[in-house]
């Protein structure tokens, strides 16, 4: 099992910057790919980035590129994704997911999810 525990959600303004960071636990974290999704309210879960699990490969939504840069330190089993040039509609709730193939969390089936953290963007 993984544990993945996510933090650093808030309310920000319109043009700021926040950083999510997911604390993993339970199982080797090198060997996983991680991603970031986010769901809005009367929305689907979407997902936001995605990075393989040496940091090598990184991918984006289109609608958060420029503004958002995932990475991770395998040493200290964390992913974060910055969060730059907030807009209203980057307001969600985001989660950490982690799986045991990049495919998989690219396609939104990881194999592991965290509890979410609320990010609030003002106008």
């Known amino acids: 099992q993984v544990q993945l525990v996510e933090s650093g959600g808030g309310l920000v303004q319109a043009g700021g910057s926040l950083r999510l960071s997911c604390a993993t636990s339970?199982?080797?974290?090198?060997?996983?790919?991680m991603g970031w999704f986010r769901q809005a309210p009367g929305k689907e879960r979407e997902i936001v980035a995605s990075i393989s699990w040496s940091g090598g490969t990184t991918d984006y939504a289109d609608s958060v590129k420029g503004r958002f840069t995932i990475s991770r330190d395998n040493a200290k089993n964390t992913v974060t994704l910055q969060m730059n040039s907030l807009k209203p509609e980057d307001t969600a709730v985001y989660y950490c997911a982690a799986g045991r193939v990049w495919s998989r969390v690219v396609a939104g089936t990881p194999n592991y999810w965290g509890q979410g953290t609320q990010v609030t963007v003002s106008s």
């Open positions: 339970g199982r080797t974290f090198s060997n996983l790919a």
